[in-house]
């Protein structure tokens, strides 16, 4: 099993910045991708942004130039500095990873996520 925990999450005002932070730790033989999904209130879960192992990116269209992923792969971590947050409702941002496991090896890598932290912008 994998463990995530998630940090950095809280009220902040539109404008300003935080930075989300996700520590992955368990029987891990590797990780795959790591990423980010949230979840407004009463809508579906969307991607936020993504990195590959090797370091490729992918961003939703809303948060490109002012989000930027990053992960340190000796800490099996990712994080997510956000800048310029606009005003929303709170949304809950949710950490995944995939990971192949210490116990089975290689193959077809497993899906994670964290327990989600909240993020409201205030106006």
């Known amino acids: 099993q994998v463990q995530l925990v998630e940090s950095g999450g809280g009220l902040v005002q539109a404008g300003g910045s935080l930075r989300l932070s996700c520590a992955a730790s368990?029987?891990?033989?590797?990780?795959?991708?790591m990423g980010w999904y949230r979840q407004p209130p009463g809508k579906q879960r969307e991607l936020v942004a993504a990195?590959?192992?090797?370091?490729?990116?992918n961003y939703a269209d809303s948060v490109k130039g002012r989000f930027t992923i990053s992960r340190d792969n000796a800490k099996n971590t990712v994080y997510l500095p956000m800048n310029s947050l606009k005003p929303a409702a709170p949304a809950v941002y949710y950490c995944t990873v995939d990971w192949f496991s210490l116990a089975t090896g290689w193959g077809v890598p497993r899906d994670s996520w964290g327990p989600g932290t909240q993020v409201p912008v205030s106006s």
């Open positions: 368990g029987s891990i033989l590797a990780i795959n991708a």
């Open positions: 990195i590959t192992s090797g370091g490729n990116t």
